[in-house]
């Protein structure tokens, strides 16, 4: 097994984040920033 060091571990760090947030957004971030669809 390879250990990445330097850029390519920070850019593999960076993309996990990105997926988790890609993935998050739309399940908790846009209802608390627009409510009014789950509202009635």
Avoid at 13 to 21: E, F
């Amino acid at each position: 097994m390879v250990l990445l060091k330097g850029w390519k571990y920070a850019a593999m760090v960076g993309s996990v984040i990105g997926v988790i947030g890609l993935a998050i957004y739309p399940i908790i971030v846009s209802p608390m920033m627009d409510p009014e669809p789950y509202s009635e």
